[in-house]
């Protein structure tokens, strides 16, 4: 039996059951705004937890209630409210699971939307909380409820908060915290010149909106947080493929020279240059099902020099060298032992706990913290190396890019197949 279809026919009874509820909690002399509004506000969120539902995950409720709270906030209304109807909400749904369902499916149904109220109502109090205790001073752009967070899923994969909907990058501020999140489903968020022109508007329209820190996400329900350097963009040899002016390049620049902490929420898989990508975020905040691979050997390709010294300026040798000569992933666990992630946080709070994180930096000096960060980036920077030394590393990498082996690895992947490498 498909639950969601079961909780989905129950729809009308139990926003009834949760609306009647409310009303008989009302105080005789309090004056709700209209039954109808609230009707409305209770059929949106049972349409988020039934999304939660289906999906079996609360990922897709977090963002609407930490927009719910920010416009609470901006409105100067407390959170109670929109709590009870999450709280009615609950009860309407645990009655009608207890009464239409047995066993097994019961006991994961009731689990399921416990989960998922509770990370709404933990997004909620997160948001607000930050909110109020100096994260922002100014109202956020967002309305409260938008229709794209009520929309089923497929519906909800176009336009983000701000942007056309054909666009791979869409942006959005939470009080003072920027946020950019990647949205190329189909090419899994590959990072090339389309990708990086996105984002790379996106820092600068944040900063004009003096964005006081950044959170880069993947979209919601995205398994593959970026599938790395567009392999189609790539040259096909006998040219330098990570030059100074490839898009990549210039994405890490902007993140690094960004003069707020950029924090990267990792939501699954993150692939070759999307690593070094998340290695010049400021800050790296995952769940369990992030993993970390870096893969120049797959392709046969010879990372280039700013590069490998992001790599030596963050993790250690032995380290760099494994994930370099396996291209495995490196799973979430030890991400976190290796130093990869400053956090590891269970999926359901990885939003809220970014958001809070970012929003807290954003209640700092902006000065001292642009400042220190650019102080930082000079000094790891500082890498004095003698013209010889820099052309012997570069002879070597020719070798590499203008080997038949590249070739190879390009055409592999372009045809789905693993490649066959000669060394030559
Ligand atoms: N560049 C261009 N297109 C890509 C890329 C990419 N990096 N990754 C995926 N795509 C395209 C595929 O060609 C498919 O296109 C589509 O995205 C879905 O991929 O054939 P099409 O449908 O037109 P796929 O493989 O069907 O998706 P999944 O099965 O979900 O697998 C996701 C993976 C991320 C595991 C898989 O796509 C993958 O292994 N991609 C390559 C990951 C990688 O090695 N990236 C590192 C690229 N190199 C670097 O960044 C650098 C700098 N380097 O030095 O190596």
Redesign the pocket.
């Known amino acids: 039996m498909d639950v969601s279809a079961v909780l989905a026919g129950a729809e009308d009874r139990v926003v009834d059951e949760a609306v009647a509820a409310l009303a008989e909690g009302d105080q005789p002399d309090q004056h709700w705004h209209g039954s109808e509004e609230r009707r409305r506000d209770v059929r949106q969120l049972f349409g988020l937890v039934l999304r939660c539902v289906r999906e079996g995950s609360a990922e897709s409720i977090i963002t609407p209630c930490a927009r719910i709270a920010a416009h609470c906030f901006a409105a100067g209304t407390d959170l109670a409210e929109v709590q009870g109807e999450f709280n009615a909400l609950a009860e309407a749904l645990w009655r009608h699971a207890d009464g239409s369902l047995t066993g097994e499916q019961r006991v994961q149904v009731l689990g399921l939307v416990n989960g998922v109220i509770g990370a709404g109502k933990d997004a909620l109090a997160r948001t607000y909380v930050t909110l109020a205790s100096g994260a922002s001073n100014r109202p956020v752009r967002q309305a409260a409820l938008q229709e794209e967070d009520c929309a089923p899923a497929a519906a909800a994969e176009g336009a983000g908060p701000d942007g056309p909907a054909d666009a791979v990058v869409q942006t959005a501020m939470v009080g003072q915290v920027g946020i950019i999140t990647l949205e190329d489903r189909?090419?899994?968020n590959?990072?090339?010149t389309r990708m990086v022109a996105g984002i790379v508007t996106a820092l600068g329209s944040l900063r004009a909106q003096d964005a006081r820190a950044i959170v880069l996400r993947a979209a919601p329900r995205m398994?593959?947080w970026s599938?790395?350097?567009?392999?189609?963009?790539?040259p096909r040899g006998r040219r330098d493929?990570?030059g100074y002016n490839d898009p990549?390049e210039e994405l890490l620049r902007a993140v690094r020279a960004f003069p707020a902490p950029v924090v990267a929420m990792v939501h699954g898989?993150v692939?070759?240059?999307?690593?070094?990508l998340v290695l010049s975020c400021d800050l790296v905040v995952a769940d369990e099902t992030a993993a970390f691979?870096?893969?120049?050997?797959?392709?046969g390709?010879p990372?280039n020099i700013t590069?490998l010294l992001h790599f030596l300026g963050r993790l250690p040798i032995n380290v760099i060298k494994e994930m370099f000569f396996t291209?495995a992933p490196v799973d979430a666990r030890t991400a976190r032992e290796w130093r990869i992630v400053n956090h590891l946080v269970p999926w359901d709070r990885l939003e809220s706990f970014t958001l809070e994180l970012a929003a807290t930096m954003a209640t700092k000096s902006p000065l001292a913290i642009a400042v220190i960060k650019e102080q930082l980036n000079v000094l790891s920077d500082y890498q004095p190396v003698a013209a010889q030394v820099f052309e012997r590393v570069q002879g070597l990498r020719r070798q590499a890019y203008d080997s038949s082996d590249y070739l190879e690895g390009l055409n592999a992947?372009?045809e789905?197949r693993p490649p066959m490498f000669r060394g030559t």
């Open positions: 189909h090419k899994r590959a990072i090339g398994k593959v599938a790395g350097h567009d392999i189609d963009e790539l493929q990570l990549l898989t692939w070759g240059g999307a690593l070094d691979a870096i893969t120049p050997a797959n392709l390709l990372y590069g291209a992947f372009a789905k």
